[in-house]
């Protein structure tokens, strides 16, 4: 302990210089537990972005490319399945809820999503219930045909958009905005604002089945009908909503009374028999296919794994440096101690005490910085980046960066203890002026 505390007070004596090289590596702790912390709950994240679906079931083809434009709108379906299939699934004993979905028009580059009041009721991200900043779910055209265009929008459109309860604007057909691809004959109203999930939701539009079905009576040539009016008319009288019946779906969501039926239930869909408006269906089952999703970048996660451990072990080399720097000035320093009677082991592990304390106590306060400010982020993570965080200690991953740092740090202190130890040798009592 005396040894212990002799290495304490000398740092002390050189807290200034030891100060700026304890903050580099208090600072590379962070970035590379920032960067492991983020990591895994951006896949959490990634792996939330269906919670609670058990199927996804759309034409049968890639299961990677089919959960890429139902889930994460990205890309474009080949072909879409039958209306019909929908009600067949519906009808299977296994299925609890059905979640139609309907894609292809855009707003300003955002998704819009053909959807029935079923999403609201049974979509869940983490875990949890959908809810709303303001406003509500848009209502049931069946019951209230007022409602027909009604709009919800995610957070991040909202705030993109600068848009607010009770604001109208027009949709795009397609994904390629120009004057006769938008829906301006039928503006839409905003009745509600999602909460940020951290899911693809935050960058969608959603709207009803019936709604979608209305804005693209008459465009078979894939413009508007009224592109070509010399003076269109933007008030057009929309079709009885018992006429809007879709006759075709980009995918359904499927959820099941019991997860254990999760198997015969796929089995039972793929097998449906095909009818004459009916494509070959695929089930897939997404926690194993977002798994395959998430290798793709996992290249791209190492990298910066890879980078903040360098950052961290040039920052403990660099304490390593200002300690070799300075022993030179030391020399007389541990001429004294030789003097004193220390033993040329016990300067060793003086010294290596001395580093491995800096280092320990800024590797400690790197580990509470990384929380800290990934408490005082964690909304701006959500809103801005779609990563939702978890409060709480490391992971079990973090821990073992830790502690492998913790070794590197005591290994490291061995070289200039080492040095310190030769010099003690040669120096004695007659240390140079």
Request: net charge neutral.
């Amino acid at each position: 302990m005396f040894w212990l505390n002799l290495a304490w007070k000398s740092a002390w004596s050189r807290k200034y210089s030891l100060s700026l090289v304890a903050l580099s590596v208090c600072l590379s702790v962070i970035i590379l537990l920032g960067v492991q912390q983020i990591r895994a709950d951006a896949k959490q994240s990634f792996s939330n972005a269906l919670s609670g679906v058990d199927l996804v079931v759309g034409p049968r083809g890639s299961q990677t490319d089919l959960l890429l434009y139902s889930v994460f709108q990205l890309g474009t379906p080949t072909q879409n399945m039958s209306y019909t299939d929908l009600q067949r699934i519906n009808q299977l004993p296994a299925v609890a809820w059905t979640i139609p979905i309907q894609l292809g028009d855009s707003f300003d580059g955002f998704p819009v999503m053909g959807t029935s009041l079923e999403f609201f009721k049974h979509y869940q991200s983490s875990g949890k219930d959908l809810s709303f900043q303001v406003g509500q779910a848009f209502e049931d055209p069946q019951a209230n045909p007022g409602s027909l265009m009604q709009v919800v929008i995610g957070s991040e459109v909202a705030n993109s958009k600068k848009l607010k309860l009770n604001d109208t604007f027009a949709l795009t057909h397609g994904y390629k905005a120009i004057e006769e691809t938008v829906h301006t004959d039928h503006p839409f109203k905003l009745v509600g604002i999602l909460k940020p999930t951290g899911t693809p939701l935050d960058r969608s539009v959603l709207i009803s089945l019936e709604a979608f079905e209305a804005l693209h009576i008459g465009w078979g040539i894939g413009l508007r009908p009224s592109a070509f009016d010399a003076k269109p008319d933007l008030q057009k009288d929309l079709p009885s909503v018992a006429e809007l019946k879709p006759s075709e779906l980009t995918a359904v969501w499927v959820g099941l009374h019991s997860r254990a039926t999760v198997f015969s239930a796929r089995k039972a869909i793929e097998s449906l028999r095909l009818n004459s408006t009916s494509v070959p269906l695929m089930a897939v089952l997404p926690g194993v296919a977002l798994d395959e999703l998430w290798q793709i970048v996992r290249v791209v996660e190492n990298a910066l794994i890879v980078m903040g451990a360098l950052v961290a072990v040039c920052s403990l080399l660099g304490v390593v440096s200002v300690l070799l720097v300075g022993l030179s000035a030391r020399r007389k320093e541990l001429a004294i101690y030789r003097s004193l009677g220390a033993r040329p082991a016990s300067i060793f592990m003086t010294v290596v005490w001395e580093t491995f304390l800096v280092c320990g106590v800024a590797i400690a306060a790197g580990v509470m910085g990384a929380q800290f400010l990934i408490f005082v982020f964690q909304d701006y993570l959500l809103q801005g980046f779609g990563i939702q965080t978890q409060n709480g200690w490391p992971g079990v991953d973090a821990w073992y960066s830790i502690g492998l740092l913790l070794c590197c740090a005591l290994l490291a202190s061995t070289l200039p203890a080492w040095r310190a130890y030769r010099m003690s040798l040669s120096d004695g009592l007659n240390p140079p002026n």
